[in-house]
């Protein structure tokens, strides 16, 4: 597509349970981010995927978190048993593969995730 | 690992006032450095990007960022704000062999009439 997809925009959940986010790259893009946006504060790493690389889950704050790349494209990220401190923008990115990143990195949207 | 710190969390300039938001880095290579823009309810828009050759680098909206290895910087400027600039941004630096991008922050920048 056009530009990086996030599906959905908007999600309120009940403390406790699973939610799946999911973001649809730039087609042809090997590397896929997911970064996590809280009330106030910076943009927190969670995710990197690069091409058929191991995924560096250096960020993922704990293990309720979990995210998968499927065909090398299409990328899903899991909580588990949703905390009210999960409550954050979820920020997806995608680029042309680190030797490629001269053409920079494109942003999804965001999806809202509200856990009551 | 790389890392960012922005030490200004909150800056607040008058319009047409000059504007330098400050931006330090840590990374054992050559970086490539970017300064990102987000209004608020917005996204990120990309305003300029550093990866090799002239240290000075001009961008969208009038900005400019300059940097300067020997100080691990990559501050961003402009010469005149506009109201419009209120925003928040953020300065983030990437691996040169992994690509792996990480943020700094944020600085908050308000614009007063």
């Known amino acids: 597509g056009a530009g990086v997809s996030q599906s959905p925009s908007n999600k309120v959940t009940e403390k406790g349970k699973d939610v799946e986010l999911r973001c649809d790259p730039i087609?042809?893009?090997?590397?896929l981010y997911w970064y996590r946006q809280s009330l106030g504060q910076g943009l927190e790493f969670l995710i990197y995927f690069q091409g058929n690389s191991a995924p560096d889950k250096s960020g993922l704050p704990s293990d309720r978190f979990s995210a998968e790349r499927t065909g090398g494209s299409v990328s899903t990220l899991t909580i588990q048993r949703t905390q009210q401190e999960d409550s954050a923008v979820y920020l997806c990115?995608?680029?042309?593969?680190?030797?490629?990143?001269?053409?920079?990195?494109?942003f999804g949207s965001g999806t809202r995730l509200t856990v009551v | 690992a790389q890392s960012v710190t922005q030490p200004d969390i909150h800056i607040t300039v008058s319009e047409g006032a000059s504007l330098e938001l400050r931006c330090n880095y840590s990374?054992?290579?050559?970086?490539?450095l970017f300064w990102y823009v987000q209004s608020p309810g917005q996204g990120l828009q990309l305003l300029l990007k550093y990866f090799s050759g002239d240290t000075l680098v001009q961008g969208i909206k009038g900005f400019e960022a300059e940097f300067k290895r020997s100080q691990s910087s990559f501050n961003l400027r402009k010469p005149s704000v506009h109201w419009s600039d209120a925003a928040e941004y953020f300065c983030?630096?990437?691996?040169?062999?992994?690509?792996?991008?990480?943020f700094g922050q944020g600085t908050t920048l308000q614009v007063k009439p």
């Open positions: 990115a995608s680029s042309s593969g680190y030797r490629g990143i001269n053409y920079g990195y494109t």
């Open positions: 990374y054992g290579a050559t970086p490539y």
């Open positions: 983030a630096v990437a691996a040169s062999n992994t690509g792996k991008l990480i």
């Open positions: 087609s042809g893009h090997t590397a």
